[in-house]
């Protein structure tokens, strides 16, 4: 399959299907965009809309979130998960007002040297903030190249390498079509090409599709395993960030005690969130969100 192939179905079905999304509207700044590829990672757009639409009001840029503690920062995170990336977003922000007066670089090395932005970060802010063409894959973007153009049901395990040059395959030579096209695959991949319940019916490039022509056969490459959530460490810290999140102050160990009641698997979930930073113990033996 080639870029002609799809780009003219892909971006008609796009212009008429695509979700209503803060984060590609005309008025986004490239600091929304900045802060939706954050938040997106690893989270579905029902539970980030909400915190980035409060994230993005109180801190309609860099040099607003900079001016704020680290803490605050956690603390609007709500329950996104990976809590990490808030801190990663905040400091981010600094590094934006100190390195470059508090605007986004549009070049993807610059970007690169941010913290906490990494490769797929760097191009999707390129890309859908400033309409660059550069390969931008996540695992939408995956499943709808492996099915489409390769026949398989699933992607195989991630290669880097691999990945972006099969989508730098599928983009047309102009910028704005390119970018255009690159949010139009994740868009697929995320409302009609699904992992689970395909609806090839709906598809725009459906009759240029070689797993369906193929007949949909199953997977059977390796994939990686999915991960269970009750009763892990990850659970627990979660718990715990919730305690410290709803408190304006300090919290005793006796606050946090009753969130989980393995008292060495609680402590053992305690540990990670004091060295990443995301709870500061105080002298007097109590918790708070880093300052």
């Known amino acids: 399959m080639t870029s002609s192939d799809l780009t003219g179905p892909l971006l008609r079905w796009y212009r008429d299907s695509a979700r209503d999304l803060p984060w590609r509207r005309g008025d986004a700044t490239p600091w929304a965009v900045l802060v939706s590829e954050v ?5 579905p757009v ?9 994230w993005v009001h109180r801190w309609p840029d860099p040099a607003a979130l900079a001016a704020d503690s680290p803490g605050e920062a956690v603390r609007m995170w709500a329950k996104l998960g990976y809590p990490r990336r808030a801190l990663r977003l905040h400091a981010c922000a600094r590094a934006l007002v100190t390195d470059h007066g508090g605007a986004i670089p549009a070049d993807v ?52 390498r691999r990945d972006l040059a099969d989508v730098e395959a599928l983009l047309p030579r102009e910028r704005a079509r390119a970018a255009r096209l690159s949010i139009a695959l994740m868009e697929l991949g995320a409302l009609v090409c699904t992992s689970r319940a395909p609806r090839c019916s709906d598809c725009p490039i459906a009759a240029q599709c070689r797993w369906r022509a ?18 892990t460490d990850r659970q627990v810290r979660g718990l715990l960030m919730d305690v410290l999140r709803a408190s304006p102050e300090p919290v005793a160990p006796a606050a946090l005690d009753v969130v989980w009641a393995d008292p060495v698997q609680r402590a053992r979930a305690l540990h990670p969130l004091v060295a990443d930073g995301l709870l500061d113990p105080l002298p007097d033996g109590r918790f708070a969100l880093p300052a």
């Open 214 to 231: 193929a007949g949909s056969p199953a997977f059977t490459g390796p994939t990686r395993p999915g991960q269970r959530f009750a009763g």
């Open 39 to 43: 938040m997106l990672q690893q989270t």
């Open 46 to 54: 029902a539970r980030v809309r909400p915190v980035y639409e409060q």
């Open 109 to 160: 090395d610059a970007l690169l040297r941010l913290p906490g932005i990494g490769d797929y970060t760097a191009r999707a802010v390129a890309v859908f903030a400033f309409g660059q063409r550069h390969p931008v894959v996540d695992t939408n973007v995956r499943r709808v190249v492996a099915r489409a153009v390769s026949g398989q049901g699933e992607p195989a395990l991630p290669s880097i």
